[in-house]
Every structure is written in C-alpha cells, then in structure tokens.
C-alpha cells in the first residue's frame, strides 16, 4: 500500500505561481511514476502532468511551458512548478501514485487533493 499527501494549493492572482508537493510514504519502492490530475468544478478530473521514475515526463497540451513537474526519488516527493497562472487553472489538483502490488498486479493511489484557485 502506498500513501500519498499533497501540499502547497491556495489562492493566487492571475499570472502568478504555486508549487504543489506530493509525498509518497508506505511501500514507496513499489512506485513507478507520479503523477499530477485536476478536477475543476462540472467537469472531469484530467491529466496535468506526469514523471517516470526515470524522469520522462508528459503534458496536458493546456500547461506545456508554464508547469513544470520534478521528483526527489529520495524522499519519494513530487513537485508542480505552476508559473503563469490563469484563472482557468482554478481546480482541486490530485496528486496520483501508481504502483506495482506484484509482478502481476498494479493499482494507484490518490491523495486528498489540493484547491488550487486562480482569482483577482
């Protein structure tokens, strides 16, 4: 089992940036990519960004230049850089951990989400 804490949401003024973290803690060997998901109100939850344990890394087209997505295998954390915030960014932003059960088996986990809010 593997759990997963994200930090760092709140509010912030068009053209602004946050840095959301993503700690993975419980069987954290077993993970093989982190990712970032967000969900804004009347729609469905989408892909932000993505990061291999190796560090290949994947974009909404909607974000390309303006996020960044890191890791520390270390300490088994995940960042989003958001620069350039637009008011369309404004979600609750989930924090996704997939993770091999055994050799046959994989499952996911999620953290409790973040409220990203971009307003003036």
């Known amino acids: 089992q593997v759990q997963v804490v994200e930090s760092g949401g709140g509010l912030v003024q068009p053209g602004g940036s946050l840095r959301l973290s993503c700690a993975a803690s419980?069987?954290?060997?077993?993970?093989?990519?982190m990712g970032w998901y967000r969900q804004a109100p009347g729609k469905q939850r989408e892909l932000v960004a993505r990061i291999t344990n190796g560090g290949t890394t994947d974009y909404a087209d909607s974000v390309k230049g303006r996020f960044t997505i890191s890791r520390d295998n270390a300490k088994n954390t995940a960042y989003l850089q958001m620069n350039s915030l637009k008011p369309e960014d404004t979600a609750v932003y989930y924090c996704?951990?997939?993770?091999?059960?055994?050799?046959?088996?994989?499952?996911?986990?999620w953290g409790q989400g973040t409220q990203v809010t971009v307003s003036s």
């Open positions: 419980g069987n954290s060997a077993s993970t093989y990519a």
């Open positions: 996704n951990v997939p993770y091999f059960i055994d050799a046959f088996r994989q499952a996911m986990s």
